[in-house]
């Protein structure tokens, strides 16, 4: 595509191939199979909220079934400093190199057995439960993110759905580094179906804001739902 043609071409595209310098994007998506009557973190690790590493540590990954040993794992975060980080790590083998606060996203980049992990891979940091890969889905599936340091994030859409025909509440939630609660940044309700917003005014995220989506539900339900953040480094 020529530098032309790229005024043409949509935002998004743009910014994913790089063209719009200090600006990239971030897509988090996630799942929740036993969303209940109080608030949960959309991710697969059970009910409840998401409980953050207070500590930067290195990361370790094991499963619950053996046969997904020797499999590797490429794991993607923010180091102690709060800047990006990835590194891949051995299910059941040594920990990280790298020392991790925050963990956005792991996939099996490698599968010892099969195609996909045979059991729940889970990575700790800080002895706490960062990411969680289902049996058989090969990557984390949660609405979580951390804006590295010296980087503005923009909240740019977030969307809902439900699996059953139940009333659903949904909202992002941030919580500034600097602050000790967490803030309503979006809210929806809706009773089955899908949800989504498009922001023609971006919510304005600070550098090591924490974010997620939170969820509940008239009756246990699966809810999904996800959100979208334009990234702008401010060093670049």
Not at 109 to 125: E, F, L, P, R
Not at 144 to 167: C, H, Q, W
Not at 189 to 211: H, M, Q, S, W
Request: glycine share 8%; no cysteine.
């Amino acid at each position: 595509m020529s530098f032309a043609s790229l005024n043409n071409a949509p935002f998004g595209l743009a910014v994913q191939m790089g063209v719009i310098n200090r600006f990239s994007g971030v897509q988090k998506f996630g799942y929740n199979d036993t969303v209940g009557t109080s608030f949960e973190t959309v991710w697969t690790n059970g009910t409840g909220l998401y409980v953050y590493p207070t500590t930067a540590s290195t990361a370790v990954a094991t499963s619950s079934n053996t046969d997904d040993n020797d499999s590797t794992v490429h794991i993607f975060g923010l180091d102690s400093n709060f800047d990006l980080a990835d590194e891949v790590i051995t299910v059941g083998g040594s920990a990280s190199t790298t020392s991790f606060i925050r963990m956005h996203r792991a996939f099996v980049s490698s599968a010892n057995t099969g195609v996909v992990n045979q059991g729940d891979i889970t990575v700790t940091v800080d002895s706490k439960t960062v990411a969680f890969i289902s049996t058989g889905y090969g990557q984390t599936l949660q609405s979580i993110y951390t804006i590295p340091r010296n980087t503005i994030g923009y909240l740019m859409s977030f969307d809902v759905g439900a699996s059953k025909d139940l009333e659903i509440e949904a909202k992002i939630m941030a919580r500034p580094i600097n602050g000790n609660t967490f803030q309503t940044k979006a809210f929806t309700t809706l009773r089955g179906g899908a949800f989504r917003k498009e922001y023609n005014v971006p919510e304005v995220l600070t550098e090591k804001t924490d974010i997620e989506m939170r969820v509940k539900s008239s009756a246990t339900s699966s809810v999904s739902g996800g959100f979208e953040l334009i990234l702008q480094n401010k060093n670049e």
